[in-house]
DNA sequence: CCAGTAGGTTACTCGAAGTAAGTTACCTCC
DNA sequence: GGAGGTAACTTACTTCGAGTAACCTACTGG
């Protein structure tokens, strides 16, 4: 008995572990807070010594960072899909905030942990955060331009950095508002936002 | 020699010594952060040793609280006093946001606090710093609805967070564009959002 | 000048981050 | 199928900082 199955998996190949430890973490960390949430907890939880937590991530910050950079990357990639098709501005701008507000609902964990959290203390952290703003500022900005190449540039990053702004604090509003959904919260940040940018790129 | 003259001050009145234990905590906590920073730093640095921090603020998160909160205080002060000239819902908008550009601008030290630091990981600070942010979509929420009644009342929330994101990310983003002052910054988010609402307001 | 107390200190405990050094399961190649 | 190499893992610490118990001292009014 207990002879090919799966009742004590021990001695996982380093690149499962890590992705489980991730998995672990996030989820430790949104439920007690970065602050309250202990590597041995993380550790038990995993089913492995603290020390080997240290050996993949070297401190408690870099497993912090660890789960910001996962939720960024798969983020960008959703956005990416999502606006793949689009083909005038207003699109872009509409199917982007569409895979946002989607994506924060599916994964709640991990947004927990980019907000309340993340913004955490950790110096490296708040970076890691900002990292994730601008590659959406960015991607913006370059919409913007891309369509009218007359605007100013600094003007063009402003418009960006409120379109990101207006779009977090949404987010989080949305969560006292469960009737409101994403497509719902995307219609309102382009009511309020694209009327204002509008006339700006057409003119 | 050192007679009575000021070379040691100590014993002070109660809600003095609190007050500049709120100071140096402040600039501590800004400096370093919330989790580096040291209670026993921030004693030392008070000229008094560390049980007095406790026996007045409970805890380091009581004393981020109580640094927070004072912030908060301020800010509310000074944009009351801003917009209580203001007749129009545009005027008042527009002179709501300069004064907290111009807040920020001047105390750049608390405004760190106010987000790479608070943001911290302390569930109490998170709802401090929420409480900020609620101050003020509730006064431009309410602002909107004195105007105009017949809007409907989610949405007029959705566009005072939006007006509240945007300004706080805006603010951000003045700080790597030092050539961006309150006034042009105010422009940048009244000329963007406004457009949207106007017509929501006006009819 | 003595008593009461507001304001203050020294010297600890305790918990969690981080680490040094050793141990065991698994794979490979003879 | 056993030696042996190594990737995956553990035990048992050190260290550092938050929080606290118990004690002290400068200034007040009577």
Redesign the pocket.
Same mark, same amino acid.
């Given at each position: 008995m207990t002879t090919t199955e799966e009742p004590r #998996?021990? #001695?996982?190949?380093? @690149?499962? #572990?890590k992705a489980q430890m991730l998995d672990i973490a996030e989820q430790v960390f949104a439920e007690r807070g970065y602050? %309250? %949430?202990? &590597?041995?907890?993380? @550790?038990e939880r995993v +089913?492995? =010594?603290?020390? &080997?937590?240290?050996?993949y991530f +070297? =401190?408690?910050? +870099?497993?912090l960072i660890g789960c910001i950079h996962r939720a960024r990357t798969e983020l960008l990639d959703r956005t990416q899909q999502a606006i793949s098709g689009a083909t005038t501005p207003e699109e872009i701008l509409r199917l982007g905030l569409l895979a946002f507000f989607e994506f924060i609902g599916e994964h709640k964990q991990a947004w927990a942990l980019l907000r309340q959290e993340a913004a955490v203390t950790v110096p490296s952290a708040v970076e890691e955060i900002e990292g994730i703003r601008r590659q959406q500022t960015d991607l913006i900005a370059a919409v913007i331009g891309s369509f009218d190449t007359d605007i100013d540039v600094v003007e063009a990053e402003a418009f960006a950095e409120i379109v990101v702004g207006s779009t977090e604090r949404l987010a989080l509003w949305c969560e006292r508002r469960p009737e409101v959904g994403p497509a719902l919260a995307t219609t309102y940040v382009m009511e309020v936002v694209w009327r204002g940018v509008a006339n700006r790129i057409t003119g």
């Open positions: #998996r021990k #001695r996982m190949p380093k @690149a499962q #572990r602050l %309250a %949430a202990s &590597m041995d907890e993380i @550790a +089913g492995v =010594s603290k020390p &080997m937590l240290y050996e +070297g =401190s408690k910050e +870099g497993l």
